[in-house]
């Protein structure tokens, strides 16, 4: 069961952005796509956790993710593109797009879908039924903190302020 908690100074604010998955999660964004090019000239070794620098572990990402249901408060994600990544941070950015991570569901983390924020019953099945989704994160710092893949490999773990539902 997933629970989250309703905040009233969430509910007046305005979406994440426009639903639809074809839309950007938001600006200054890198993909999947462009995660696997420039992956392609890393000489990084498979199964070690990506590497973030302070400023990028201070940062609200927006992440465009797929889902595939909650697991307790903890939502497995894949992530399709990253977005709010100033310019030099971008090559950090890249080593999130195209993989998977966990989103952990806090109390204070608000559930949205069709501009309408949800609350009590109404917030697991929205989860549990969909496909993708807008998350407003931060990553979790330090990786040692971080949760583990079913091979025992660490993977990104964000404590996720907002979700917007979009398919």
Same mark, same amino acid.
């Given at each position: 069961m997933?629970a ?16 639809g998955?074809?839309?950007p999660?938001?600006k200054?964004? %890198? &993909?999947?796509?462009e @995660?696997r090019?420039?992956?392609a000239?890393? *000489?990084? /070794? $498979? ?17 465009? %993710? &797929?889902?595939?249901? @909650? ?6 994600? *894949?992530? /399709? $593109? ?6 030099r ?8 797009a195209g ?57 990104p ?8 539902v979009?398919?």
């Open positions: 997933i989250l908690g309703y905040s009233p100074s969430a509910h007046a604010a305005a979406p994440v952005s426009a639903s998955s074809d839309q999660a938001g200054n964004c %890198v &993909s999947a796509e @995660a090019v420039r992956a000239g890393d *000489s990084g /070794e $498979e199964g070690t956790a990506p590497k973030f620098t302070t400023a990028f572990y201070r940062r609200v990402l927006l992440l465009d %993710v &797929s889902l595939d249901g @909650a697991d307790g408060s903890e939502l497995p994600i *894949s992530i /399709e $593109e990253v977005c709010n990544v100033p310019k941070l971008k090559k950090q950015a890249a080593q999130l993989g998977d991570g966990v989103a952990l569901l806090l109390a204070r983390t608000s559930v949205w879908q069709d501009n309408t924020q949800l609350t009590g019953d109404a917030i697991a099945p929205a989860i549990d039924n969909a496909d993708t989704a807008i998350l407003r994160v931060r990553l979790v710092r330090p990786p040692a903190k971080w949760r583990e893949d079913e091979d025992g490999n660490p993977v773990t964000f404590r996720t302020g907002r979700i917007e979009t398919d």
